[in-house]
C-alpha cells in the first residue's frame, strides 16, 4: 500500500512537471517566434536604410549625374605630376634660420683688395648669434631671442627672409655695432613641412571613421598616400574609393575624383592614380555588408539580451514553481 501510494503520488507530481515544462515550451517558441519576426523586419529595414543611399549615389544626385574618371590630363596623375606653387609658410612648420654678417676679410691688413688674401667671410651677430631650427608659432611667428619675435606667417621663404633682415636690421644692438643692413645674410629653409597635409579616411562599416593626416612634399599619388596606412584594411571595398578635393573659391562645388583600385594595383594603370595635392582627403568606404552586419548587430544586440532575460527569469519561475509543488505534496 505504501509503495503503491508513493507510486501513485510520483506520477501525479510528474504529470504536473511534464505540463510545466510544455507550458513553459510553448511560451519559448512563442516568443523565439516573435523575435524572428521583429528582427526580420528591423534587418529588411535596417537592410533598406543602408543600401537605398549609398554615398556615390548621393553625391551623383546632387551632382546631376554620375561621377566618372576625368579626361586624361585634366588632373595631375603618376605619368602626368605637376609642380606645386612656392611653398608658403604657416604653424607649425620648422624653419632652419641663420643670420650672420657679411666682412671683408684682408682690406684691413691694408693690401689691395684684389690680393688673393683678400675675401668674404660670414660673421656671427653681436651679442648672440642666430642660427639652427625655429618652430613657427600659432600666432605665426618665430622668436629670435634678444632681437624678438617677427611674423614669418604667409610668406614665401624668400619674404621670410627678406622680413627677417629688416627685423633684424633695426635693432638696437646691431645698430651700435656699426652693421649695416645690406651686409646682412639670412639663411632660410624650411626643414619640417607640417602646416600642408592630406588626409587617409578609413570606413570603419559602421563602426566610426578613422582619419590619419600626412605631411605632404608634393610628390604623393593615391597608391602613396594608401602605402602609408599598409593598404586596404580588411573591411575595405575595393570599388568605394575616392579622392575628395577642397575648392578654395567659395560657393564652388568641390572635386570628387573615383579612384580604380584594381586598375591601380593589378592592372599598373595610371589614369586614376591621382596627385596628391595639400588638404586631399582620400575615403575609403567599407563593404556594404559589413555596414549591413554592423547596423544588425546594434540593433539585434539590445533585443537579444532583453528576450534572454525574459526567458531566463520565466525559466527560473518555473522551475521554482514546481520545487515548491513538490515538497509541498
Not at 578635393?245 to 589614369?271: F, K, N, S
Request: some cysteine; proline content about 7%; glycine content about 12%.
Amino acid at each position: 500500500m505504501r509503495r503503491a501510494g508513493a507510486s501513485a503520488y510520483c506520477g501525479r507530481g510528474g504529470g504536473r512537471e511534464r505540463e510545466g515544462g510544455r507550458a513553459m515550451t510553448g511560451a519559448r517558441g512563442k516568443l523565439r517566434r516573435a523575435a524572428a519576426v521583429l528582427l526580420t523586419g528591423v534587418g529588411l529595414a535596417a537592410v533598406g536604410c543602408v543600401t537605398d543611399h549609398p554615398i556615390h549615389e548621393a553625391i551623383a544626385e546632387h551632382r546631376g549625374g554620375v561621377i566618372a574618371v576625368p579626361p586624361p590630363g585634366e588632373v595631375p596623375a603618376e605619368l602626368s605630376k605637376v609642380q606645386l606653387p612656392e611653398y608658403v609658410i604657416e604653424p607649425p612648420d620648422v624653419l632652419w634660420i641663420q643670420v650672420a654678417t657679411l666682412a671683408r676679410v684682408g682690406a684691413e691688413t691694408g693690401k689691395d683688395k684684389k690680393d688673393e688674401l683678400a675675401g668674404d667671410q660670414l660673421r656671427s651677430l653681436p651679442i648672440q648669434p642666430i642660427q639652427g631650427d625655429h618652430t613657427v608659432r600659432p600666432d605665426g611667428t618665430v622668436y629670435l631671442g634678444v632681437y624678438g619675435s617677427v611674423p614669418v606667417a604667409g610668406y614665401t621663404i624668400s619674404q621670410a627672409a627678406q622680413a627677417i633682415r629688416e627685423a633684424v636690421a633695426r635693432q638696437s644692438a646691431v645698430i651700435g655695432a656699426g652693421i649695416k643692413p645690406e651686409s646682412l645674410v639670412v639663411v632660410l629653409d624650411v626643414t619640417q613641412y607640417a602646416s600642408k597635409k592630406y588626409y587617409v579616411v578609413l570606413d570603419g562599416g559602421g563602426a566610426g571613421e578613422q582619419v590619419i593626416p600626412f605631411p605632404i612634399t608634393g610628390s604623393e599619388t593615391v597608391l602613396d598616400a594608401l602605402a602609408n596606412v599598409y593598404g586596404l584594411p580588411p573591411v575595405a571595398s575595393k570599388r568605394n574609393i575616392w579622392v575628395a578635393r577642397r575648392c578654395p573659391i567659395p560657393g564652388h562645388p568641390e572635386q570628387i575624383l573615383p579612384v580604380d583600385w584594381v586598375g591601380i594595383t593589378q592592372h599598373g594603370i595610371t589614369a586614376t592614380n591621382y596627385q596628391i595635392m595639400p588638404g586631399d582627403r582620400i575615403y575609403v568606404k567599407a563593404q556594404r555588408l559589413v555596414t549591413i552586419d554592423t547596423t544588425l548587430a546594434r540593433i539585434i544586440s539590445p533585443i537579444e539580451r532583453l528576450f534572454g532575460v525574459t526567458l531566463l527569469g520565466a525559466s527560473t519561475v518555473n522551475e521554482i514553481s514546481g520545487r515548491f509543488t513538490s515538497t509541498t505534496r
